[in-house]
């Protein structure tokens, strides 16, 4: 598969986006666990880690902008429809769950994580249903 210009500079903002997660979330942890916060700072390292998560699904929407070729955009809006309803779904059913004391409670920020797996749900969904012409 060749890549076009927009699926690289996704990948490369992605790229990046991903280590200053990894150097955000390393500093928060390591600044938590030693104190090294209070106030206002501790409020800033909690919410840094976030930040790259933002911008990746900011860049997932660039990428969607700026891709012209419309069947490949259709697969990425499909991948990502698939794995926004996966992701509310999971949450809403453990929601439920959790408010009749049935599972224990689970950080919000892990809908994210389900949501990037449902991105993998969403890949292969377009693979089933469009046959071997996808590139996901």
Known sequence: MTWNAAMKRY???VLWLSALYAIFLIGA???FKHRLFAGPSA???AILPALPIVGI???MGRYLVEEQDEYVRMLMVR????????ALSVATV???????????????YSIAIVWFF????????????LGSTVRC
Do not use: P
Request: no cysteine; aromatic share 20%.
């Open 118 to 129: 449902g991105l993998g749900v969403g890949s292969i969904m377009n693979k089933l249903t």
């Open 11 to 13: 990948n490369w903002r």
């Open 43 to 45: 409020y800033l390292a």
């Open 94 to 108: 453990w929601g439920f769950l959790e408010n009749f004391n049935l599972v224990t409670h689970v950080d919000a």
């Open 57 to 59: 699904f900011a860049a």
């Open 79 to 86: 991948q990502s429809l698939w794995a926004s309803g996966f």
């Open 29 to 31: 942890v390591y600044g």
